[in-house]
């Protein structure tokens, strides 16, 4: 059975592929498995229907006849389990890159959409410019301790594996900010993330779904 994952109809980020279907898409692309994806407008995510699979609402949610998942991560943790290419076979290893999945979404990951809630949620408050620098220190805590472990070495911890999927899709959050420019291995990451074939079709999927007039204003066509 092909699994059914949910995607925004229209995705706030319009083409960027930083809505949290894209590591589910290309967790599906490195072990080379089809998926279905079901479109979910914004008022039908607050429906209950669509509260049956995802209680908070939001995208994506994984169907796979009785088995219902929500949380991206969760549902990439699953996608490596049963298929090859994500989690190495050593045990050892297998379980320090499920600790890089887990370091990804809770420890780098909360202070990066902190600085996303200050500039779009909080940038109207009077206290907005002395917090942002505040945010801002904190994710280059965070950046310096990254940068120093992975050093000069390609990925996290040998192969590449789902921890460096879900890390790499965090860092892309910063896409547009100076901050990651001070940390020229985690760029070259990030690139070497982006290069990989199995992203750029995921990337290509979730962007065929941006109207064709948004696709011409993003590569300057318009």
Sequence with gaps: ??????????????????????????????????????????????????????????IPTYEEGDLVLFE???????????????????????????????????????VIVQREASLYLENHKVWHEERLPIVEDRIRSRLDDLAARLGDAEWLDGAFSAGDLLMIQVLRRLDGADILNDYPNLMAYVARGEARPAFKRAFSAQLALVPTDEVLRMSGVR
């Design 1 to 58: 059975m092909i699994p059914t994952i949910t995607a925004f109809e229209q995705s706030p980020d319009r083409g960027q592929g930083l809505a949290r279907d894209m590591p589910v898409r290309w967790a599906f692309e490195e072990v080379g498995q089809p998926y279905n994806v079901r479109l979910v407008s914004f008022s039908a995510m607050k429906e209950r229907a669509h509260r049956t699979l995802q209680p908070f609402g939001q």
């Design 72 to 110: 991206s991560g969760a549902i990439v943790f699953h996608i490596a389990e049963h298929h090859a290419g994500l989690l190495p076979n050593d045990e050892n290893a297998r379980a320090r890159a499920i600790g890089w999945m887990f370091s990804a979404l809770s420890t780098v990951e909360p």
